[in-house]
């Protein structure tokens, strides 16, 4: 079956603008996560998604910042008035469960801001 | 705090001689602790969890809780093994706490 996928794989944005990440989990995960990979920072955890909800959100890093699941399967992260400390790889993950350690990682959206 | 801490940045050895990537760590509690690979434009990938103790790739690493270490071993590194290593500790929500990550450079 398909692994988790991303969109876009790449989005170059000016600085001030708005973006969404899509992401699309391993059909059946219950357990989504948002991570961002960047040079300076290594690999963040940006928040978690159980079914639709998301009891932990402590990883976004202000409140530009804001990611929805629905129907317990596709996620969007987005970033309001982006800046360019925002540019990096946002990676999405998805597992059966959350303690079952995560194995299905994205290939990721690279976002460039200019 | 929960840390995950990788000494080195980068890792250079010749094909053949033995690998060892660090990873040590700060947790309280029982931790699962993992390593991942990334290699040259693929996507993240598990390579390895301690609660399997499995070999993968020719690659171990044992926990070590009075050293709070999982280092990642492999006796004989082949110029497929280079890439970028990750190790990490997981909440008991799945969420991750991955160490800075090391590259490892096999040389011919």
């Known amino acids: 079956g398909a692994g988790v996928s991303q969109s876009p794989s790449n989005k170059v944005t000016e600085k001030g603008k708005d973006v969404e990440l899509r992401c699309d989990p391993i059909?059946?995960?219950?357990?989504l996560y948002w991570y961002r990979q960047s040079l300076g920072q290594g690999l963040e955890f940006l928040i978690y998604?159980?079914?639709?909800?998301?009891?932990?959100k402590s990883g976004l890093p202000s409140d530009r910042f804001s990611a929805e699941r629905t129907g317990g399967s596709v996620s969007t992260l987005t970033i309001q008035r982006t800046q360019q400390e925002d540019s990096a790889v946002y990676l999405c993950?998805?597992?059966?469960?959350?303690?079952?350690?995560?194995?299905?990682f994205g290939p990721g959206t690279r976002l460039t801001v200019t | 705090a929960q840390r995950v801490t990788q000494p080195e940045k980068l890792l250079s050895v010749f094909k053949g001689a033995p690998v060892e990537l660090k990873c040590n760590y700060s947790?309280?509690?029982?931790?699962?602790l993992f390593w991942y690979v990334q290699y040259s434009r693929q996507r993240l990938q598990l390579l390895l969890r301690?609660?399997s103790r499995e070999s993968i790739k020719g690659f171990t690493a044992d926990l070590n809780k009075g050293e709070t270490s999982f280092h990642l071993k492999k006796p004989f590194a082949q110029e497929e093994d280079s890439a970028m290593y990750y190790c990490?500790?997981?909440?008991?929500?799945?969420?991750?706490?991955f160490g800075q990550g090391t590259t490892l450079q096999v040389k011919p």
């Open positions: 993950a998805s597992s059966l469960g959350g303690l079952a350690g995560v194995g299905n």
């Open positions: 059909s059946g995960h219950t357990a």
């Open positions: 998604f159980q079914g639709n909800s998301a009891p932990d």
């Open positions: 947790y309280s509690g029982s931790p699962e």
């Open positions: 301690h609660i």
């Open positions: 990490a500790l997981s909440s008991n929500t799945g969420k991750l706490i």
